[in-house]
Structures are given as C-alpha cells and as structure tokens.
C-alpha cells in the first residue's frame, strides 16, 4: 500500500508506485487498442524530420498550440486599468468564466469582470435586454465608477449594436444617463487580444476626449509639457508600470499612465478584497488630450489607440517593447526629446549597472542559439536585447505577427552580425516551433508556460517570458522594462544556462570534472 | 456551528437588499437553507443566470470539450471557431493521462479551426474539412476527431455533421464526432454535458462495428463513468475496484479512450460518479443495452466504505468478501491519517460552492475528518441534485444555487468560515480577506482526492490550508493592537 500518514504521496510520486505501474501496464494492454509499439516509435521519429517540419509548414488550415488568446482578453486587461471600473462582456457568460481563470491563473489574484448571459433567445432576438438588466445589475451591485464594455463573438455574428444599446439602457432607466459606459467591439474572429486590448483602450480614450458617444461635450486640447505613457497588453504590467513611473519620475517629467492595472493586479492580503484597486482615473483620461506627447510601448498592441492620440494632435512614439540598454536607452531618450528633461545621472548610473552586468557575464551566453515565440512586440524587444548580449535568436516566432512584423524582426537580424542564419516566422504555431526545434536546434527556448510542452518534447530548457505564465510564480510582480528590468532578464537567462551546464556535467565520476565551483 | 433557519433568512434579506427589485425577486429563489425532513433544499435551479451580476457559470462548450470530450486522449478534439475558447481550457482541467502526447495521444493540446473574419462571412465547413485532411497528415495515428462548436458555428448556419459524415467516409470508418456545444445553449455548463453524452450515444454506440477491438467478457466487467481524473483521481479510485475483484473495462473520460468508450456496453453495471456531467448516457446503456448503473462516492472513507459495500453488493459473494479485505486493509492507514489531522481540524466551518457532485459528495470526506459544512451550492445542478444532496447536509445549511460573485463575497463575510471549497476565480477574493481557502475544481494542483490514497492527501491539504502560519500575518502588528 503505498500511502503512508508520515509520508503524504503527492500525485508525481504515487502514481509510480508498483501497484499503480502495474494497474496502467494492464489497462493499456487490456482496453485501451492503442497503436502498436513499433508504429508508435515510428512515428516520433518521423515527427522530428525535415520531412514532417515540410508537411507541417504546409498547413492552411489547422492550428496547433497557438501563441495568442482572443479580442476580449485583452479588452479586458484594458478595461480594469482604469479606477473602479468594471469590465462588462457582451455576449455568451462562458467567455467571461475564461477570461477570469486565464487572468487569475497568471496573476495569482481576482479578476472581477460581469457578463450579459446571453443565451438562445437572444441569439434570435438580439441582447438588448440583456444589456439592459446587465448593466442595472452592475451597476447596482458592484457600484463602479465606469462601465467598459466589450463583446464576445456572439454578439458580433448577431450585429449587436454597442452604441444604441448603451444609449436605450439609459433612457429606459436602467444607469443614470450621465454614467460613463465607454464600449469596444472586439470580434474574437479578428485579431488576437492584443487587438482587443487597442480596440477597447481605444474606445475609452474616445469617448472621454470626443464627447461621450454624443452625450457630452468633445473635449479641446490646450496642449501642457506633460506626457501620457501606454504599456500595452503585457503580463509584467505588475512590475514594469511602476517602474516606468519610477524612471519618469526620475526625470521629473510629469506623466499619465493610460490603463494601469498594476495595483488592481497586485492587491494586498491584509483582511480585505478589494475589487477595484487603483488604475488611471477619469479626470486622468480627460487631462491626458492635453497632454504634448504620448508615447505607447507597445506599437503592435496599440495601433488604432496611437492613431487616435495623433489624430488629436499629440506628438506621438511607438515603440515595440524596449529591452536591455539600447531598447531603454532609445526610450529615454525619446521622452527627454519630446519633454527637454534631461536623462539624470541616477539612471545613467543604471545604465552603467547593466553594461556592468552584461559584460560580467556575456561569455555565458555569446553565440548562444534562442528560439523565441510570443506577442509582435515583445519579439522584436527580445530579439533586440538577444542580439545586444551576443546571443543568436535563431527561430523568432508569433502566432499573432504578421508579414509586416516579420519583415521587422528580419531587418533587425541583418543588421547584426549574430543575426546570421536567423528568421522570424509570422501567423505560426507551437506545432511549428516544435519542428523548428528538432531539425534546427537551439540552446534554448523564450516563451510563456505552454513552451513546456516543447522543452519537454525537445529537450531545448525554457526561459519563462510573456504571458500565460501559470506554472511559476510572481514573475510578473518585477520589471523586464528599464535597466533594472533588463538586469532581471539578463539573470534570468543565466539562470537558466547555468542550471544547464551543471546539470550537463552533475554525473558523479564521469562528467562532475566540469561541475564548477566558480562560473 | 452553522447559523439558524432564522439567521440565514436575515442573512439573505440583507444581501438580497443591494440588487434592483426585479433581480432580487428572482436571485431570492436560488437562496435558501436546508431543513431537516424537507425533500430537497428549498431552492431553484437550472435556471438562466442574470445579466450582470458575476455569475461563476461557464458555457455548453466547457461541458463538452472541457469536462466530457476532452480527456478520451487518443482522439483530436479540435476547438471550432475562435482561438479564445481553446486557449482557455488548454490543458486547465488537470485530466492526467498516459501516452505519447502529439504523437498517439492528444490530450494537453489545443487545436483550433482560428475562425477569421471570412470563416464567419462565407462559413467554416470547408476549412474544417481541410482540418480534417491536415490531422490525418499530421497525427496519423489518431483514433478519432471530434467537433466542439464554438458560439458562431449555431449562429452562422454551418453544416457539420455533414462534413463529419463525409470525412468518415472517406477517411474509412473514421470516428468523427459533431458536438452541437455552442457557448450560448442552455444556461451553463451542465447543458453541454448533456449534448456531449448524446453525441457519444449517436456518433459512437451507434456507429461502432460490434467486432472491433473484441475482448472476452467477464462477469465482473464494470466501467466507470463520470471520473475525470483530475490529478489521478480514476486511477485511485480504479485501483479498489480492481482490488475488489472487479475488471473496469472503461474510463469516462478521463485517461479514457475511444475504445473503451465502444466497448462500455459490454459492462455489467456502470459505476457512476459524477451523476450531473454522464447520468445521460448511463441512462441510455440502461435502456438500450439493460446494464445498471449505480452512483458511488469516493471521498473520505465512510463514504468509500458506503459506497464500496454498494458496488459489491451487485455481484457474488466472492467480490463481497474481497470488498470486506479492502476495507479491513486500507483501515488502519486512514485511521492514522484522521487521528493525526482530525485533532487540527476538528469543528472547523467550511463553505463550499462548486460544479457537478462536489458540493454534497465532498461532505462526508470534511466530516470524517471532524469538519462541518455549514454552506454549498452548485454551480450548475438540477433539482436532482438538490434533493441528492439532502441526504448529506444538516439542518441549517446555508444554499446558494449559482451565486454571484456578491452574494458569496456577503456569505462569507458573515458567516466566517475556516475553509471555502470553491474555484480559481474565487480562490483570491477569499484569500486576500484572509480566509484559508483550497479549489475544489482542480485540487489546488493537488490530488488525487478519490479513494483512500487520495484522502490522505485531501486530509493534508485542508490541514495545510486552514493551518498555514499566513493567515496569522495578515494583519500588520500594530495595527492588532489598536
């Protein structure tokens, strides 16, 4: 019997026990007609051939492990970076159920976030109703300051019409008519969530700065020395927003961060739940049209929200998630053009810190092979700051890049000599990748919590960057954005090399000569 | 101690008071309490959730490709529609198994039709055909593909059975499966459970040869139904039907395959443990193919006991006596583990709020252990569920049919429990107001919680939850003070 009361089994370890060997050896011999031995062995070999890696680059149809979620995800992640606001969805209540999971399984924190429960009758006849009692009930319950809504693809195949419905809600009394319900459509069938996270950034911005959907007053721009900052949709945000406030106030340039879920995401335990928890205020959103200069992190994840800001005048800068000294560096000094402050000599101290830390270790990791997947920008950051170390980024991949993106991430490779012989590959999967690792190998591999399944497959050890990350712990409670983030990615690929090498030469009397003390 | 009747009636006025008038004519029928002698628990169920007020339900999908579909393990289950859907469920549910993942074996995968804008103007049916034809290149050794409609497949009008009839066809005798689960059917999970089950009695048992994959039966032949496996939840509970004498020729679903599925007519009585998600198709075989089904309950050890006397009791002396060995066997074991835990756990209060059987089958496994339910609902049960249930709470438990999001944050706030039982998007609420908490949808990432190996794990786990030196630091210490 193999469960003790002094030694608790946990399920890695009691499932190996003889009984339970044995008991799956006979369940698979006896019931399962699983294909035999040798066509098994077969065809995991076949799977790691340049044959197979053809015939799965050849697929039109099929996706397989994609690297991206859906519009409202990241309509969401927008949405509770503003103060006391609650996210609404439009639409079937199962999307709202995933998007909850999905966040809280990240960040290890709640995710409150409602949804207007439609079911058949609304297919047929439209969600008005539920958008009426929704948002009554919302608004009653939950007493949020600001209602953002966004749509499920149900209510997009439907035609459900966001703007006459919000306004009927209101004459029909269901929230008072001054109430702020800024809206997005957000199509799952379009984009990915960073898309829903632009789309429903946008929307917010809009209907502050251009009148609230007709029921206001646009706003005029009297134009101040101070900036606005958008992060993106980024699963760092707990620790990279904070820091990029510290490095702004560093430079005593005066700054608004639109959408910041840093503290909703990063609540104390201390007695109390707290549903809504900081993020960027109305009177923010409303002061930030007057703003001089609005810089987005983030240029993939915030194209139409950019294009807004520009369109009301804003001197504008899209970057694609800086990293490492020259992507903090171009940063900086973006912002000290655009406002005249110069870079203080605390952050060039920084600065230096990094270089210090980089020429410590770069050894370690010159001419080292990465494969990377992830969003567009955090690929075009990553592959920068690889490229910065001497590293080779040999397989640059996004589910959610497309040509355009690609031809970027290929420009930055041939501009560097360690960029030699890479690629980026645009709209492609973990199934690819997973071909990619086993007739081009690479030392090892960047991506979210689901690039185990290829670490395991393929042996290439996995550095945890981007998002989902479920299977580590608060990762996203420190930056990866500045010098002090790029200090933390820089040990985090060290980490990794190192566990590596030890465990590449712990073998006691045969390979533990190379098992060094000092490294 | 649970509140009285009179206690919770105030208790629910009071939190009924926050909702419009409307909404809380309507929530006020899911909120009860249990009293002794009464049929069932006094509430409504299955019924639409409201718009708005943070339900915890899911979808129709989620019951299918989720909970019922998605462990079978050597099929391809391809997500149909957008990316979202998939994405969230990959791999979330925690049904182990063993196999050659993307090689004979598909379970923690997610495979996606990445509906685009074009899929819903001008339909999905050609690229799912193209999606067939792609497995069978790329996943040769598949034994079967099933559908799982996501919302706009219903709303757009796509024909797939049609494609599934056709690519069985001409992929020859190919099980290919059209699961009609779109999100937006029935009012939440369970609706999908349903639907599931019906498409393994229509695409399976109806359209399986009889002599494939044949095996010699025995007397002692059952299978069992309902046991995801979540965290090796059918492997411990297999393990004490085997040792019982009895041969499970199938698993439902999790670690399952298709030919177990197949052969489950062949059993000679269906153990069934998550009566809500697969009482559908235990139905069925009982009237098609005359085999009986009978539920069990494997958490805590009265219940095992119960539950394995109850199993035993369908066959001869031989498995009688056997099923007596078990017990006398694992007794001593679980004896240690209450006497070591029961002294750490004893009156704790724990409210419970979960999907399927947990809210009333997880009773006896607290109570074993000294521990008190003073709360539960489900998330997505029937009345059959609510009357089930009767016959594990005590008078005064305090019912909540698919509370919202306030009403459970209120419960708790008032009625203090050491312990809430309930899901991830819960789990932070409760434990930021410091109240020790434990998922009882994925054990935490723990488990298994069946049978008498998972009790010992289970008994660890509340103790290490309601026990943890945190929740002594959550208040600063000069703020105790003041």
Known sequence: MPQNVDKVLDHENLFREPEYKAMFDNKRSQFEFRVPAEELAKQIEYAKTWEYREKNFAREALTVNPAKACQPLGAVFAAVGFEKTLPFVHGSQGCVAYYRSHFSRHFKEPTSCVSSSMTEDAAVFGGLNNMIDGLANTYNLYKPEMIAVSTTCMAEVIGDDLDAFIKTSKQKGSIPAEFDVPFAHTPAFVGSHITGYDNALQGIIKY??????????ALTRIPNESINFIGGFDGFVC??????????DLMGVEHTILCDPSDVWNTPTDGEFRMYDGGTTKAQVEAAINAKATISFQGYSTEKTMKLIKEHGHETASFHHPMGVTGTDAFLMKVSELTGKPIPKELELERGRLVDAIADSQAHLHGKKFALYGDPDLMLGMTAFLLELGAEPVHVLSTNGDKEWADKVQALLDASPFGKNCKAYPKADLWHMRSLLFTEKVDFLIGNT???????????PLIRLGFPIFDRHHYHRFPIWGYQGGLRVLTMLLDEYFEALDANTNGIGTTDYSYDIIR | MSLTVDENKALIEEVLKAYPEKTAKKRAKH????EDGKPDCGVKSNIKSLPGVMTIRGCAYAGSKGVVWGPIKDMIHISHGPVGCGQYSWASRRNYYIGETGIDTFGTMQFTSDFQEKDIVFGGDKKLEKIIDEIEVLFPLNKGITVQSECPIGLIGDDIEAVSKKKAKEYVGKTIVPVRCEGFRGVSQSLGHHIANDAVRDWVFDKVDPNKNAFESTPYDVAIIGDYNIGGDAWSSRILLEEMGLRVIAQWSGDGTIAELENTPKAKLNVLHCYRSMNYISRHMEEKYGIPWVEYNFFGPTMIEKSLREIASHFDDTIKANTEKVIAKYRGMVDEVIAKYKSRLQGKKVM???GGLRPRHVIGAYEDLGMEVVGTGYEFGHNDDYQRTTHYVKDGTLIYDDVTGYEFEKFVEKVQPDLVGSGIKEKYVFQKMGVPFRQMHSWDYSGPYHGYDGFAIFARDMDMAINSPVW???????????
């Open chain 2, 31 to 34: 909120l009860g309490t249990f």
């Open chain 1, 239 to 248: 620790g990279n927003l904070p820091e990029i406030r510290r490095m702004l």
């Open chain 2, 352 to 354: 419970l709020f979960v």
């Open chain 1, 208 to 217: 502050f700065w251009d009148g609230k959907a007709g029921q206001g007053t």
């Open chain 1, 450 to 460: 689901y690039g185990k399944y290829l670490e395991r497959d393929c042996g290439t």
């Open chain 2, 472 to 482: 002594g630091l959550a208040k600063a210490p000069w703020k105790k003070a003041a």
